[in-house]
């Protein structure tokens, strides 16, 4: 039994919490993350905590079934209605016979890797409910063991934005570039050693 708090959001901001979840995993298997998500311009009404929970757990069985330094990506983008969002990894991919069973309860792939990652098969069970809360839904392809995979979740649009055309894609949530020297920056130091204040 679970209640869904939702608001308006920025699929961008909900994003950027699921990387910073799954990013102590991604850095220990040295992956290579490729973002290529909008900051604004993808409104959705969602809970953005559970959101940012489906996120990161899909983007930590990318982390799981990929060999060491591998590639995973995470894409979003309008598609007509909906916003999709779409995590591929360069992994292990999945055996074309549990393809149609992976959102099945305490369905594995690879048993002795999961395993040995605390993983009980729950998770993208989980995953594919809270996304159908929101409306939305959560489907799997890959061609095959050792061919990677990508997950894709789809999420209507919010309202005001379904009726407004399609906007020039904004600037992603990591830049490519490093930002300009002119730059500046604030910074916000707070030391309670008394010692160092007196």
């Given amino acids: 039994k679970l209640t869904l708090r939702m608001e308006p959001v920025e699929l961008g901001a ?14 220990k298997r040295r992956h290579r993350l490729h973002v290529a998500v909008p900051r604004e311009g993808l409104l959705v009404v969602a809970d953005a905590s559970r959101l940012a929970q489906v996120l990161s757990n899909i983007l930590n069985n990318a982390a799981k079934y990929t060999e060491p330094g591998g590639d ?3 894409t979003a983008a309008r598609e007509g209605e909906t916003a999709a969002v779409r995590v591929r990894d360069s992994g292990s ?24 990652q605390g993983g009980l098969g729950v ?3 989980i995953a594919r409910s809270l996304v ?15 061919r990677g995979s990508e997950f894709t979740v789809q999420l209507p649009l919010g309202p005001a934005q379904r009726r407004a055309p399609a906007a020039a894609p904004a600037a992603p949530l990591r830049e490519s570039e490093p930002a300009p020297a002119t730059r500046s920056l604030r910074i916000l130091m707070v030391d309670d050693n008394e010692d160092a204040i007196s």
């Fill in 72 to 74: 995973i990506s995470i």
């Fill in 14 to 27: 909900v994003v950027a919490k699921a990387i910073e979840t799954a990013s102590p995993l991604l850095d």
């Fill in 132 to 146: 159908a809360m929101h409306g939305g839904g959560l489907s799997a392809t890959s061609e095959g063991v050792g």
């Fill in 93 to 116: 991919g999945i055996a074309p016979e549990l393809l149609p069973h992976i959102f099945d309860l305490f369905v594995q792939g690879s048993q002795a890797l999961d395993r040995s």
């Fill in 123 to 125: 998770g993208l069970t």
